[in-house]
């Protein structure tokens, strides 16, 4: 496939904003057409800097990642941990990352309410970051949390692993099996303004 074909369809997920914002929110997608091409280290540590720099509640920073770059055993792994309808377009991804959270304050040892709310101000930063790199991302909840649990060695009780990103530079749509294609090359939609906020 050619240059332009990926390109078309990185331009196909571009948003139409009602307003002006970052390039890279509006070009930001949950890809899943990837090139096979492992990440590297230096790329994937500025991804997570971008990540630790996330607001969170009394700065607690309740995020934890771990992280595989495509061709390593834990790669394996971790995508067998996926669900069927995960795995056949992860398979070319170019690292696989567990997000989990502290389920308590370190403060106090109490519930931490906040803490999937800042998960997702993180990975939403780090999304960001990898956007322009020209890096795209996909979270996914469609895997065996408990298998993933035991992978890791992690006590669900004290670090609950609540989704899994695949990473990669962007393929063409034409890789990917049915209905995956049509997904990849179908246009992103948004509820309008109006529909979300209101003035008060």
């Known amino acids: 496939m050619?240059?332009?074909t990926r390109t078309d369809a990185r331009a196909l997920?571009?948003?139409n904003t009602e307003h002006d914002v970052l390039a890279v929110i509006r070009e930001r997608f949950s890809a899943r057409a990837f090139s096979g091409e492992p990440l590297n280290e230096?790329?994937?540590l500025t991804?997570?800097?971008a990540a630790a720099w996330a607001p969170s509640a009394m700065n607690e920073q309740p995020w934890r990642y771990r992280y595989t770059p495509r061709g390593e055993e834990a790669f394996d792994r971790l995508w067998n941990c996926l669900n069927t309808g995960n795995q056949p377009w992860t398979k070319?991804?170019?690292?696989?990352?567990?997000?989990s959270v502290m389920t308590t304050l370190e403060r106090n040892g109490q519930p931490n309410s906040s803490r999937l709310h800042d998960?997702?101000?993180?990975?939403a930063q780090l999304l960001m970051q990898a956007t322009s790199m020209g890096i795209f991302g996909h979270l996914m909840g469609g895997f065996d949390h408990a298998r993933a649990q035991q992978?890791?060695?992690?006590d669900p009780q004290k670090e609950e692993v609540f989704c899994l990103l695949a990473l990669g530079r962007l393929s063409s749509p034409d890789s990917l099996e049915e209905?995956?294609?049509t997904r990849e090359l179908t246009a992103r939609t948004r509820r309008p303004l109006g529909a979300i906020v209101t003035r008060l």
């Open 179 to 181: 209905p995956f294609r």
């Open 151 to 154: 992978e890791l060695g992690t």
């Open 2 to 4: 050619t240059a332009d």
């Open 42 to 44: 230096d790329e994937l």
């Open 92 to 99: 070319n991804a170019g690292a696989l990352v567990v997000c």
């Open 13 to 15: 997920k571009e948003a």
């Open 119 to 123: 998960l997702g101000l993180a990975n």
């Open 47 to 49: 991804l997570f800097e």
